[in-house]
């Protein structure tokens, strides 16, 4: 099994040598992440320019899809992971420090997520526990309730696929904000709470409501919709149906860029944490998945989440250098016999979907050996 057999202080060695080679992000870094930013927010404007013209209007969804799919993956997501945070002269809007703080969310990331809960979870649990099960996104012990269940497996699949139209709200919105509100309760010395509340009438639902819920339901089907009523009421209607639409197709597009990474039977999970740096580096492979990588366009319509392996080596990474390093990667896995997995996203959403509803299992891997 090549978890047993990797040379972990070698592995350790080798990619930290990769990591010596690696560029201090530059100005043309921070200029490939504003062209891809442009790229989504021509999205939004020809999607929202054409929306009116009938309800339900299916290509102005997919524009605007792309463009809140783009504001996520490919802007939110290297910027919260401070990869722009050493570019000399950069703007404090496009660093962790400044990024969708305070009343700079309403325009850089008016979302279902709350930011700064999406930072503790993704940034730092997922991250930094890939894989065990303090990962809160560890997807076959999030969804025990229906590979345990008695559905038959058809209806399984069924309520897969109705979760991906809705897994925004239903599901990251309020497990992130739970993630933050224990980590200040655990601070306060307070017990922690492993329970989602939506209801807007307690405490921590209400939380939910006021900062996840509420902005950005007033926002993307209430104000967008409004500023069309001048031309009518059927055009202000067809906006707000569009923008529906607009958001299944986020969560659709979403789920098939985020869910796959991890999730499938040739994926492991572990049940201890990492005890070495060389350990660490090989659960970030052994743990996560690519898809099909090359140009700006292909990466783009990915969200950059293609490059999953390299992104988890080094989380902090701007865009444009996972291109880059990405064949070095590779030598390394070959130097010791570890695979690296990439395939096409579509197999994997089937691979994944079948780990879901109870067909398959992620691996376990075994106990590290004490002398590598």
């Known amino acids: 099994m090549p978890y047993l057999s990797v040379d972990r202080q070698q592995l350790a060695n080798d990619i930290d040598e990769l990591k010596k080679k690696i560029n201090t992000p530059s100005q043309e870094d921070f200029q490939h992440l504003l062209k891809v930013e442009r790229w989504g927010r021509l ?3 020809v999607g929202y320019l054409t929306a009116w013209i009938i309800p339900f209007n299916p290509l102005s969804a997919l524009l605007i899809s792309t463009a809140n799919m783009t504001r996520w993956a490919n802007v939110t997501h290297p910027v919260l992971h401070g990869a722009y945070d050493k570019v000399p002269n950069i703007p404090k809007r496009y660093t962790s420090k400044g990024y969708a703080k305070g009343c700079r969310r309403l325009f850089d990331w008016l979302d279902w997520i709350h930011p700064e809960a999406w930072d503790v979870e993704h940034n730092n649990l ?3 526990r890939l894989g065990e099960d303090e990962d809160p996104d560890l997807i076959e012990r999030n969804m025990k309730w229906l590979r345990e269940s008695k559905i038959p497996m058809a209806i399984r699949y069924l309520l897969v696929i109705s979760f991906t139209t809705i897994w925004k709200v239903v599901y990251y919105a309020p ?7 224990n980590i200040k309760r655990k601070k306060a010395g307070l017990p922690e709470s492993h329970k989602t509340a939506r209801n807007p009438f307690t405490k921590d639902g209400a939380a939910l409501w006021l900062n996840c819920y509420l902005p950005y339901v007033l926002f993307r089907f209430v104000l967008a919709p409004m ?4 031309f009518g009421t059927d055009i202000a209607m067809n906006v707000l149906l569009t923008s529906i639409l607009a958001e299944a197709f986020t969560n ?17 999970r572990f049940d201890h944490p990492a005890t070495s740096k060389g350990e660490f580096y090989l659960r970030q492979i052994i743990g996560s998945v690519n898809y099909t990588s090359g140009s700006d366009l292909v990466d783009f319509s990915h969200g950059w989440l293609n490059y999953q392996i390299e992104h988890h080596l080094f989380p902090a990474l ?9 064949p070095d990667i590779k030598l390394i896995c070959d130097k010791h016999h570890i695979p690296y997995l990439q395939e096409n996203v579509f197999k994997r959403v089937r691979m994944s979907a079948d780990l879901m509803v109870g067909k398959t299992n992620l691996r376990v891997a075994g106990a ?3 002398l590598s």
Not at 318 to 326: F, N, T
């Open 227 to 230: 500023l069309f009523l001048p």
């Open 43 to 45: 999205c939004a404007l």
């Open 252 to 268: 659709i597009h979403s789920f098939i860029m985020i869910v796959p990474n991890h999730s499938a039977e040739d994926i492991y």
């Open 368 to 370: 590290a050996p004490t």
């Open 126 to 128: 997922h991250h930094y």
């Open 175 to 181: 497990t992130t904000l739970r993630i933050l509100r």
């Open 318 to 326: 701007p865009l444009r250098q996972y291109q880059q390093i990405s």
